[in-house]
């Protein structure tokens, strides 16, 4: 299966420039999710490597092949779109078989790979039934099994699971990801649900704006953010972030007066005395037992607490702004809004950014 890279790609609708420049590529067998909040370009970029629209200007290649200004259904790719747009007077075979109508495969041919995609969906019981009589879930599966059958070098995908409830989700989510497993084909999925870009990814591009804000492995964007934007995008309930004013000796004083220990970070660029930071700590690194040598103590009243069953939220008054920090129901069963507790932060989950440009440093 071959990679896919996008090369200073730019896309204009009129006077409005969608995509400005934007590079990436993915290797062969990688599962690449296009995450970012609505209106970023998400789907126009998927269109782009589709052929369902034309680059204004710039280059797509998959493998050795520029395929750029070719037709869509020369470029050896699939498509599952968010309305599965399966045929409604079809039957399911009859879905999955007009995928192949074009491709004068033999009839035989055809054949054993409908049914090895109904086999590997699990929709061989429902081959004669037409769409009204499925589920979104069932659908979901035809619709990808379209996919599967025309055995394409590249896998797209957009929003294909926001459809669905949220039981159904996580089922496909996982079959989704165990189809990538056993087939390995190289997939472009489009999403704005971070559960599923963590969950599923092999890489990850983080979209805002018509740009690429950071490109890595999950672990990557959730451990060490390129950015604000990054910081607060990913992670739910989302990050901390916090003005401090680095100090001598490899300390920064937060707004509430509190030390910050930066001697466990390592820094890109070490601050000078003097610099405005932001510091980015997760609600789910802090903890309320005594930490020994932690990067920073903070004594807080509790404002609220939203128990979730497996989590409980604490939202904790730092002067005019929140912090959040989870703990566990049994950890915090005695507390109620008004005490005032003492929270840790480890000095090995720090996250440290410049105010000014907003990057990690
Ligand atoms: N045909 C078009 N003409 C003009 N503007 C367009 C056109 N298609 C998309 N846009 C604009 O391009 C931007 C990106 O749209 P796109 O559909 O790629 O966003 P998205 O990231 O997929 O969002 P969502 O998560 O809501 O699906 C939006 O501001 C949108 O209004
Ligand atoms: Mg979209």
């Not at 659908?139 to 379209?146: D, K």
């Not at 959730?222 to 100090?247: D, K, Q």
């Amino acid at each position: 299966m071959p990679r896919v890279s996008f090369e200073h790609i730019v896309k204009r609708f009129g006077a409005i420039t969608v995509l400005d420049g934007l590079n990436l590529a993915v290797d062969d067998g990688d599962f690449l999710v296009l995450l970012g909040p609505s209106g970023c370009g998400k789907t126009t970029l998927l269109n782009l490597l589709a052929g369902l629209s034309d680059v204004t200007s710039g280059r797509i290649m998959i493998g050795e092949r520029d395929v750029t200004d070719l037709d869509p259904k020369d470029r050896r790719l699939a498509m599952v779109f968010q309305s599965y747009a399966l045929y409604p007077t079809k039957t399911v075979r009859g879905n999955l078989r007009f995928g192949l109508s074009a491709s004068k495969l033999p009839k035989e041919e055809i054949d054993k790979r409908i049914a090895w995609a109904a086999d590997m969906l699990q929709i061989g019981p429902l081959m004669d039934r037409r769409p009204a009589q499925l589920s979104g879930g069932q659908r979901q599966r035809v619709a990808i099994g379209r996919a599967l059958v025309k055995h394409a070098d590249v896998l797209l995908f957009d929003e294909p699971l926001s459809n669905l409830d949220a039981k159904l989700r996580t089922e496909m989510r996982l079959e989704i990801k165990k189809l990538h497993e056993e087939l390995n084909p190289t997939v472009v999925y489009v999403t704005h649900d971070q559960i599923e870009a963590m969950t599923m990814a092999t890489r990850i591009a983080i979209m805002n704006g018509g740009k690429i804000e950071q490109f890595g492995t999950p672990d990557d964007v959730y451990e060490r953010p390129a950015n604000l934007f990054v910081a607060g995008f990913i992670g739910s309930p989302s990050m901390n972030l916090l003005p401090a004013t680095v100090e001598t000796g490899g300390r920064a004083r937060l707004a509430d007066g509190s030390l910050l220990d930066m001697s466990g970070y390592v820094f890109d660029t070490t601050p000078p005395a003097g610099a405005e930071l932001v510091v980015g700590l997760r609600p789910e690194h802090f903890s309320l037992v005594a930490n020994v040598d932690p990067a920073c103590r903070l004594d807080l009243e509790i404002r609220h607490i939203e128990r979730t069953g497996s989590d409980a939220m604490l939202s904790l008054a730092f002067g005019d702004r929140r912090v959040v920090v989870r703990a566990t129901p049994t950890e915090t069963s005695r507390l109620k809004s008004g005490d005032k507790i003492a929270v840790t932060f480890p000095k090995d989950r720090l996250n440290l950014f410049d105010a000014g440009s907003g990057r990690r440093i």
